[in-house]
């Protein structure tokens, strides 16, 4: 609902000014998906060396907790 308001408010501006609009708009979808696959990314490469002493994990708050193996080991 908020795209098609900025849309439809776009639509009203000069037409070289729509373009450059419809462009930035693109540009920042297009930056936002990567950032954010680029994110879920790390955080599998993280939680995939430490798998093995994963203790916890919640949502809400969101968290993990792992496991102290030097404590254990004493």
Same mark, same amino acid.
């Given at each position: 609902?908020?795209?098609?308001?900025?849309?439809?408010?776009? &639509?009203?501006? @000069?037409? /070289?000014?729509?373009?450059?609009?419809? +462009?930035? $708009?693109?540009?920042?979808?297009?930056?936002?998906? +990567?950032?954010?696959?680029?994110?879920? /990314?790390?955080?599998?490469?993280? +939680?995939?060396?430490?798998?093995?002493? $994963?203790?916890? $994990?919640?949502?809400?708050? @969101?968290? +993990? $907790?792992?496991?102290?193996?030097? &404590?254990?080991?004493?």
């Amino acid at each position: 609902m908020i795209l098609e308001t900025v849309l439809a408010f776009i &639509k009203t501006l @000069p037409s /070289w000014l729509m373009n450059v609009c419809d +462009i930035l $708009i693109v540009a920042v979808l297009f930056l936002t998906s +990567i950032t954010f696959l680029a994110g879920i /990314w790390c955080g599998i490469k993280v +939680i995939g060396k430490r798998a093995n002493s $994963i203790k916890e $994990i919640s949502l809400l708050p @969101p968290r +993990i $907790i792992f496991v102290n193996n030097e &404590k254990e080991n004493k």
